[in-house]
């Protein structure tokens, strides 16, 4: 359907017979024809309509054509419509100049020819469609622009999309290059502690069993400083036993071998036998050791060997750093079903700067240097992660540390590879420096 390219004009006369030839005249020119009766009317048609000049008649009753045009004129939108005045009455140049000076293109005198008329409409006719086309190749211009702008920036976000795409496809053949070097690296590393875990275990307990007979005097009396040394040199042997015991261990768990065997197990039960085993090191640094039994069951569904080698450890610490003071162990369920086992020091504690470090590799933070492996505390964590668990401590320098081991009721193996395992051996966001 084609675009209706007819305009407006308005015309306005009190008298219905000047308006019937008006209309008349300017008929052949083929365009919408709106008459008004008198100012007030013509009025509310500028409001709702677009006109392309307006034939106002200057003398009419309650507003004339002046006081019309100044109101059309004062409106923005109406203010550039062409205003030809007419008139029958006021042809004084007084009356022709106030007209022009109120906007009008023209000022014509009845009885006018209607040929010079219909020309004179039509120049304006012809002016506003060539205003009108301007306006429409204007805004087609705009909008070819814009389509040009988004063509061109659809352009650029592809050909940005692509080149980030290549470099993604790129660095992630860097990443799993660098991940198969990683897991090769692991590999080589896991597979050298255990060989070498095995090698030694032979040569030390070699040393372990003969100090052990010769300190027995099984190879005939020792003097005192035969004796001391041998006791040196068995302490010694056992700590790098346990050293190896401890690479061994890590590498197995790194390594992913860990098996766990789950069973129902009495948590108060496993401390009650711990107390046992520590109990002749606790008497030797001087240090009391008291576990009071809760009132609710402790049983959970784990790994009882690898609970007792986390609960070991712990309370091996405990009696290490403690300087000689009591040493509490409290048990608890939660309402979640989970049980939490707390080793309570009141011993050097650890710094806010240390507590960071204590779960990695090799370290040891305390000041006073006790013999340790530095791999105790980071088996322990990984063991309870993989028992499903967590393993968290909240320490004041000066007054002590508190270790807390949590396991949920029916623990279920946490299936992780070694950078996970890696990562989950660093303190979380739950341990705490009090």
């Known amino acids: ?10 015309l306005v006369d009190d008298r219905p017979e000047n308006l019937l030839a008006l209309e008349a005249i300017l008929e052949p020119l083929g365009q919408i024809l709106l008459c008004a009766h008198s100012g007030e009317e013509a009025l509310k048609y500028v409001l709702q309509h677009e006109f392309a000049a307006i034939l106002l008649d200057v003398q009419m009753p309650d507003m004339n054509g002046f006081d019309a045009a100044q109101i059309i004129k004062s409106r923005e939108k109406s203010r550039f419509i062409p205003i030809i005045f007419l008139s029958a009455i006021n042809k004084e140049d007084a009356y022709v100049f106030k007209g022009y000076s109120m906007g009008a293109v023209d000022y014509v005198f009845k009885p006018f020819n209607p040929d010079v008329l219909r020309s004179k409409v039509a120049v304006f006719v012809d002016l506003y469609l060539k205003q009108q ?8 211009l705009a909008e070819s622009e814009r389509r040009e702008l988004e063509l061109q920036h659809r352009a650029e976000l592809f050909e940005a999309e692509a080149k980030s795409a290549e470099q993604l496809t790129d660095l992630n053949r860097q990443l799993q290059a660098r991940q198969q070097q ?72 790194e390594a992913g071998k860990i098996e766990l065997a789950l069973q129902p197990v009495s948590i108060a039960g496993l401390i009650d036998d711990l107390f046992v085993t520590v109990r002749p090191l606790a008497d030797d640094h001087g240090t009391t050791l008291s576990f009071e039994h809760p009132e609710v069951d402790t049983t959970v569904v784990t790994d009882p060997r690898r609970v007792r080698q986390i609960l070991l450890n712990l309370l091996s610490n405990a009696i290490k750093f403690g300087q000689q003071q009591p040493i509490r162990v409290e048990c608890s369920r939660g309402e979640d079903g989970q049980v939490s086992v707390s080793v309570i020091d009141k011993g050097e504690g650890i710094s806010e700067e240390d507590i ?23 088996i322990s964590r990984r063991l309870a992660i993989l028992l499903d668990g967590t393993l ?17 009721p029916e623990g279920q193996p946490a299936v992780m590879d070694e950078e996970e395992m890696s990562t989950q051996a660093e303190p979380r966001q739950g341990v705490q420096v009090a």
């Open 133 to 140: 086309q301007l306006r429409e190749q204007a805004e087609q």
């Open 182 to 253: 990683l897991e090769e690296a692991m590999g080589v590393r896991n597979r050298f502690y255990a060989s070498m875990s095995h090698e030694l275990r032979t040569p030390i307990n070699a040393v372990i069993g003969y100090s052990t007979l010769m300190i027995d005097n099984i190879y005939g009396p020792l003097n005192e400083k035969q004796r001391e040394g041998l006791q040196r040199t068995l302490r010694a042997a056992r700590h790098l036993l346990e050293l190896v015991n401890d690479v061994l261990d890590l590498s197995k768990i």
């Open 392 to 408: 968290e401590v909240k320490s004041v320098p000066g007054e002590g540390s508190v270790f807390t081991l949590t396991l949920p």
């Open 356 to 378: 960071s470090r204590i779960f990695e590799e090799f370290v040891q933070v305390s000041p006073t240097q006790h013999v340790g492996t530095g791999l105790g505390l980071p």
């Open 1 to 10: 359907m084609s675009k209706d390219r007819r305009v407006k004009l308005l």
